[in-house]
């Protein structure tokens, strides 16, 4: 009888729980460290990590940055979007819900999965979509671990962040994209509520 070589790993979406005391801490899968010049983000049907494009100018995201496996942007996530900004006929973006992770250490790669917990958020619209952006510490990291609540971390920290999600879309030579806003920054207790509905709508969308 013949073994089979072939190993399968699991889809970074579909195939990685969230983690068991989610939303409080979460898995998060990493797409791009802080020294990547392009721009990768994991194939939905393969699930392998993809070159999607070149960062523009020298603007590279200065957090760890991925998803939250088994988590989705749709009609929910796209409702306290609305309600919290008065805006009507928000949607969900249709992918997993984003993170970014800040760590003390360098971490030199992405694809891989680590432990993080929420301490606020952004709420971004992306041309009338919902694009939340969840921050998030490494569980026990050095400088980061006991942070709790965003407002405890360093306004140049917030800052820097905030620049990079309204400007990471930028063309050379055009102007900034009008369609993204960064309406809100949010605390811990937003963020685990968003993190929650983003749950309950992926398995509105592809089941438990």
Same mark, same amino acid.
């Not at 971490?107 to 432990?115: G, P, T, Y």
């Not at 026990?140 to 609540?149: A, K, L």
């Given at each position: ?6 190993s %399968?790993?699991?889809?970074p979406?579909?195939?990685v ?5 989610? *939303?409080?801490?979460?898995t ?5 460290? *802080?020294?990547?010049?392009m721009? %990768?983000?994991? !194939? ?5 990590l993809?070159?999607?494009r ?7 995201c200065?957090?760890?940055?991925? %998803? ?18 008065g805006?009507k006929g928000?949607?969900?973006d ?7 992770? @800040?760590t003390?250490?360098p971490?030199?790669?992405? /694809?891989?999965? @680590?432990?993080a917990?929420?301490?606020?958020? %952004?709420?971004?619209i992306?041309?009338?979509?919902? /694009? /939340?952006?969840?921050i998030?510490?490494?569980e ?5 671990? !006991?942070?709790? !609540?965003i407002?405890?971390? *360093?306004k140049?920290?917030? /800052?820097? @962040?905030h ?11 055009k102007a ?19 993190i929650?509905?983003s ?10």
């Open positions: 009888m013949k073994k089979s070589h072939l %399968f790993r699991a889809h979406w579909h195939g729980q969230p983690g068991p005391n989610a *939303p409080h801490v979460i998060c899968y990493i797409e791009i460290v *802080p020294t990547d010049t721009k %990768f983000e994991v !194939d939905k049907e393969t699930g392998i993809r070159l999607d070149p960062q523009k100018f020298s603007n590279h200065p957090t760890l940055y991925g %998803f939250i496996p088994r988590t989705y942007c749709g009609k929910g996530i796209g409702q306290l979007c609305s309600k919290a900004t805006k928000i949607v969900g249709g992918d997993a819900m984003d993170v970014c992770v @800040l003390s250490r971490i030199l790669h992405s /694809d891989i999965i @680590l432990n917990r929420p301490v606020g958020g %952004f709420r971004m992306d041309g009338g979509e919902a /694009d /939340d952006k969840i998030a510490v490494l026990n990291d050095d400088t980061y671990g !006991d942070i709790e !609540d407002s405890e971390l *360093p140049g920290t917030i /800052d820097r @962040l620049h990079y999600f309204l400007t990471y879309k930028q063309v050379p030579g900034l994209p009008a369609k993204v806003q960064v309406s809100k920054i949010y605390n811990k207790k937003t963020a685990l509520t968003v929650k509905q749950m309950q709508d992926y398995s509105d969308e592809f089941g438990s």
